[in-house]
């Protein structure tokens, strides 16, 4: 497990091309799924995860819904489903699933709201994760809600899932033509995370960046947009999969 937090680690600061063959080892020596325990399921769950944030969902679900399997088969291991349910939900989006991914995501949040603080950051994190999902779903006023209560509730202002929420409430926004609005939060954004404390993945950034990108080219400032669109780019070539969205097309907003 160290190993694979090692692995992750370095994933999470952009280095996949260290990560990636130190998580690929670890799976050479890994059980079958019939054998699984614990520390197994925790090198599942953090490559699996890894593989969709790169852009390569397709590859991380298999390893996700096996990992979930192996928490759920000990019972104390409820926080580790809840975190592994969120993370299968993200991957499932990522791949276009969108009835399971909102099932799954739903299922997520409504465990940690049954069990987490309301101003934790894992709270944060699943709920942010949900709002993202309604917002690519079209369902505008219910991530608006969803975002909104992220930035409100969490205990510390300077979380990454603060600056995501600000951003998806500058995608918000920028839908429903309030481009002041937009500008503020996208600014917000990037505020946010020049103040950054706590968990990070660099691709995060990128994702801001091409959000402030598509506020900016709507408010006219097509220099400004490039800019920020080539900056992105030019991190998700480093960072991500040759076949993720983040590279191969040029106007997505994703994260």
């Not at 599942?44 to 088969?73: S, V």
């Not at 929420?165 to 995370?193: I, K, T």
């Not at 950034?205 to 402030?212: C, E, P």
């Not at 900016?216 to 669109?229: K, S, Y």
Request: proline share 5%; net charge positive.
């Amino acid at each position: 497990v160290p190993r694979a937090k090692h692995a992750r680690t370095l994933h999470l600061s952009g280095d996949r091309g260290a990560a990636l063959p130190l998580f690929e080892a670890l799976m050479a020596r890994m059980p079958g799924p019939e054998a699984s325990t614990p520390d197994a399921s925790t090198v599942r769950e953090d490559f699996g995860e890894r593989l969709a944030a790169e852009g390569r969902p397709e590859l991380g679900i298999p390893l996700l819904r096996a990992a979930l399997a192996g928490f759920q088969q000990k019972a104390n291991f409820e926080f580790d489903q809840r975190r592994c349910r969120r993370n299968l939900g993200d991957a499932l989006a990522r791949a276009g699933q969108m009835a399971e991914a909102r099932r799954v995501l739903a299922l997520s949040l409504t465990d940690y709201e049954a069990h987490d603080p309301p101003a934790s950051q894992p709270l944060a994190a699943a709920r942010e994760r949900w709002a993202r999902l309604l917002l690519d779903l079209g369902d505008l006023p219910q991530a608006q809600v969803q975002f909104q209560q992220v930035v409100a509730a969490a205990a510390n202002k300077t979380w990454a899932h603060v600056s995501l929420a600000h951003a998806g409430l500058a995608r918000v926004a920028l839908a429903q033509g309030e481009l002041q609005a937009a500008l503020q939060h996208s600014a917000d954004a990037l505020a946010g995370w020049q103040a950054l404390t706590g968990f990070r993945d660099v691709r995060m950034q990128a994702y801001l960046w091409r959000v402030r990108a598509a506020v900016l080219a709507a408010a006219g400032d097509g220099a400004g947009a490039q800019a920020l669109r080539d900056q992105a780019e030019a991190a998700a070539r480093r960072t991500d999969a040759p076949g993720s969205p983040t590279v191969t097309q040029p106007l997505f907003l994703g994260l």
